[in-house]
Structure formats: C-alpha cells, structure tokens
C-alpha cells in the first residue's frame, strides 16, 4: 500500500495560478498510476488529471485541458498538478489517488485503491 499527502492548495483570484504536491510513501511509487481529482461542495468526486507510471501518458478532463499539467518524479515519490488560468468553478478540494497493477489511465474514482486527504483550492471573482 501506499501513504499520500497533499499539499499546496489555498485562495487565489481568477486568472492566477497554484502549483499542488502529492507525496507518496510505502510501496515503490513507480508501480502505480496516479490521479488527481476534486470534490466541489456538494457535488461528487470528479476526474482531474492521471499519469502513467513513468510519466510518458497523460489525460485531463476537458474542463482543465490545456489549463492544468500534471507531472510526476519517481525519485522523489510525488505527483505535482500544476493549475493555471484558475476560475471560480475550479474551487474543490483537491485529492490525488494512487492505482496499482494496470497501463490504463482510468477517470473513475472506484478504480483508484489509495487516497490523500484532499488540500482546499479556493478561486475568487
């Protein structure tokens, strides 16, 4: 199994950026693929982003593409999703995931086996 953290979130204006990290420990970090995904208040946990194990795929969900990047460094055991031009519908709390054993990039939630307790990204008007 694996231990994740997040960290990074906090209030930023339309138009500006936040960088979030994720740091993994137990399990070799390179076996799974990593996610991150958000939860707006009183809505359901939604696709963000995923990676693949050593970071050659990538896939966003459409109402980030080409906004977020999402990046990994297996040395160090940490996902990063780098979140630019931010906009109010942006504010969720943030949660990075952890799936072990496939090659595919997978956008549900139930498909993820490991979780971090979420940092808050607040977007103001």
């Known amino acids: 199994q694996v231990q994740l953290v997040e960290s990074g979130g906090g209030l930023v204006q339309a138009g500006g950026s936040l960088r979030l990290s994720c740091a993994a420990s137990g399990r070799t970090f390179s076996n799974y693929v990593m996610g991150w995904f958000r939860q707006g208040l009183g809505k359901e946990r939604e696709f963000v982003a995923a990676i693949s194990r050593y970071g050659s795929t990538t896939y966003y969900a459409d109402s980030v593409k080409g906004r977020f990047t999402i990046s990994r460094d297996n040395a160090k055991s940490a996902v990063y999703l780098q979140m630019n031009s931010l906009k109010p519908e942006d504010t969720a709390v943030y949660y990075c995931?952890?799936?072990?054993?496939?090659?595919?990039?997978?956008?549900?939630?139930?498909?993820?086996?490991?979780w971090g307790q979420g940092t808050q990204v607040t977007v103001s008007s």
């Open positions: 995931a952890a799936e072990a054993d496939t090659i595919h990039l997978m956008t549900s939630p139930t498909s993820y086996d490991y």
